[in-house]
């Protein structure tokens, strides 16, 4: 009888492990509810149909533009041609902000082209943008949610969430993450020797969103010119041969030239879908919780990111600074989701 009872004791305590395992396992495999916040430019497209070839893990609510590597017009269309190509007319788009909160508007043409997409063609996608702005979109949207249950990617300016956080402050609540593409440190900017082009497209903006108090990850110039593109990198993307990957690899090829004669590299980054892995994937990037300011100053240090990496002036810590990157598991996991892709 005691044997008996201990038998049922230990087959009572297998299955009651087994069901708390499921439960975290489910829990873990929850999606991710996301709002990419984008100004495409053609680092923001690769990433784009990195996420949109990601229906398991990334449950993408919508995409909101901004005005940033080029004008608001040829970013929506970017945004929209990009929804169309990854065959996920489902997302709707929201245009938002034309301008910076304050400064003159800038524009990285030079970089992304006049169309913001160099190496291809663009055209009117069939399916046009939703109705409303994506301010209001943002409010809405985080104002409904449940607590902390929302993340946001940021992969342009931060232009559209602090003009949402100063109409209505209380959208905090909705928010589980803010992850952005944005800023440098170790590796010196690519507009100014200090300042990351994001950062310094609109720094008044970037500030709004670091006093909010949100949980705050920034993958910065320091990680993304670690993840490189290389031939070998780019023919397996051409190898996977359909539309998504000759896109790909079209506007790769075109847009890291710039890159790469400008910091004498043997490859060019793609900063934008690092916040694309990163969502994915955490475990290849490395980093650790800082202090961040933006300097919106008149002057040479305009739109730089200073971060007390060795936490010297003991302030309070406002985001998680992404430092290092995992190269090879980046580009095999952006391998295996364009290959889902027609």
Wanted: net charge negative; with cysteine.
């Amino acid at each position: 009888m005691y044997r008996c009872a201990r038998k049922l004791h230990h087959l009572f305590r297998s299955l009651l492990l087994l069901s708390l395992m499921t439960a975290t396992g489910a829990h873990a495999a929850e999606k991710i509810d996301l709002i990419i916040d984008t100004d495409p430019g053609a680092d923001d497209v690769v990433a784009l149909l990195f996420a949109l070839a990601s229906p398991q893990e990334l449950n993408i609510r919508a995409l909101t533009t901004v005005a940033g590597n080029v004008r608001l017009d040829k970013t929506s269309r970017n945004a929209r041609l990009a929804r169309e190509w990854a065959g996920r007319e489902d997302v709707p788009v929201y245009a938002g902000a034309k301008k910076p909160m304050m400064r003159t508007p800038i524009y990285a043409e030079n970089i992304h082209g006049v169309e913001g997409l160099s190496g291809v063609a663009v055209h009117e996608p069939k399916k046009g943008l939703a109705e409303g702005n994506a301010i209001d979109y943002l409010i809405d949207t985080l104002m409904a949610a449940k607590p902390h249950s929302i993340t946001i990617a940021m992969l342009g300016p931060q232009t559209n969430l602090a003009l949402a956080l100063i109409q209505e402050p209380g959208i905090v609540q909705g928010i589980k993450e803010v992850v952005i593409m944005g800023g440098a440190h170790f590796n010196g900017g690519n507009i100014t020797p200090v300042a990351e082009f994001n950062l310094f497209a609109d720094p008044q903006a970037a500030e709004v969103v670091l006093k909010s108090g949100v949980k705050l990850t920034y993958l910065s110039l320091d990680v993304t010119h670690k993840i490189l593109t290389s031939d070998a990198r780019l023919n397996k993307i051409a190898a996977l041969n359909n539309h998504a990957s000759k896109l790909v690899v079209d506007i790769l090829n075109d847009y890291i030239k710039a890159d790469m004669a400008h910091y004498g590299i043997p490859g060019g980054p793609v900063h934008d879908a690092t916040v694309i892995a990163y969502l994915l994937k955490p475990q290849l990037f490395s980093g650790r919780e800082v202090n961040v300011v933006v300097d919106s100053s008149e002057g040479p240090a305009f739109g730089q990111t200073i971060v007390d990496w060795h936490d010297g002036l003991r302030a309070p810590k406002n985001a998680f600074w992404v430092e290092g990157g995992d190269a090879d598991g980046f580009f095999d996991l952006l391998v295996e989701r364009l290959a889902r892709l027609k």
